[in-house]
């Protein structure tokens, strides 16, 4: 059995920030959250309707970025990474199931699977 690494945490925020503003409404779904998740930990983000969890969902696996904070995953500061290099990390390093499948409508479920690879 792998041994865990207590000492650098898989995923590690701090202070993260995300504001939204549409015209004159500016609308912080996170506030300064701190996370550190170590390689075998479970973690529940839990929470009601409209408290970030989609938010933070799309931050940590790198869909989206903060508009404040660090976020280190494995090591590596996510907001140095180029479009490139984000990409590669959502392709093998974050698993995502979205709640709402996001499937291309004109591919069938083959293809949909098949399109990352």
């Known amino acids: 059995m792998r041994e865990l690494n207590a000492a650098r945490p898989l995923i590690d925020i701090h ?3 995300k504001t939204y503003e549409k015209n004159t ?5 996170l506030d300064e959250v701190d996370l550190s998740i170590h390689e075998g930990e479970f973690v529940a983000i839990m929470g009601p309707s409209g408290s970030g969890k989609s938010t933070l969902m799309h931050i940590i696996s790198c869909m989206d970025q903060p508009t404040s904070g660090t976020y280190r995953l494995n090591g590596r500061e996510v907001g140095r990474l180029s479009d490139e290099e984000l990409s590669a990390v959502r392709n093998k390093e974050v698993g995502f199931v979205f709640q709402d499948f996001n499937l ?9 699977v098949s399109l990352p690879l």
């Open 104 to 112: 291309l409508p004109k591919l069938n479920a083959l293809e949909n």
């Open 25 to 29: 409404v500016k609308v912080v779904a």
């Open 15 to 17: 202070g993260i920030t």
